[in-house]
């Protein structure tokens, strides 16, 4: 399963954007995350959810602007992100968690990364 980041772009500080992750096939029975990468940094944890949508984690510096949803009837996963900053520019990758029932937010546990979707945020 290669999936298919997109909705990135450049936005001004405070502005919102909504990524979109699709998948060429079915996702349903898999809990999903997005990473993001920022020049010179590691890849590293942003959201995630569960199969069935019954749970979602955030890492702390988006929690409360950011938003992690799918719509398995699509096979896509979406990231609403409002209130961005520029501490936001990054490219953003979404990814297919391992088999397991409790969500990670560890680059390992997620397999299928796809190409990522570039957020800039300008100040």
């Known amino acids: 399963v290669q999936l298919q980041a997109s909705g990135g772009g450049l936005v001004q500080t405070e502005g919102s954007l909504r990524l979109s992750c699709a998948a060429p096939g079915r996702i349903s029975s898999y809990n999903m995350g997005w990473f993001r990468q920022a020049p010179g940094r590691e890849r590293e944890f942003v959201a995630a959810?569960?199969?069935?949508?019954?749970?979602?984690s955030y890492t702390d510096s988006v929690k409360g602007r950011s938003t992690i949803s799918r719509d398995n009837a699509k096979n896509t996963v979406y990231l609403q992100m409002d209130s961005l900053k520029p501490e936001d520019t990054a490219v953003y990758y979404c990814?297919?968690?391992?088999?397991?029932?409790?969500?990670?937010?560890?680059?390992?546990?997620?397999?299928?990364w796809g190409q990522g979707t570039l957020v800039t945020v300008s100040s």
């Open positions: 959810i569960s199969w069935n949508s019954a749970s979602t």
């Open positions: 990814a297919v968690q391992r088999r397991a029932m409790v969500l990670s937010s560890t680059p390992a546990a997620y397999r299928s």
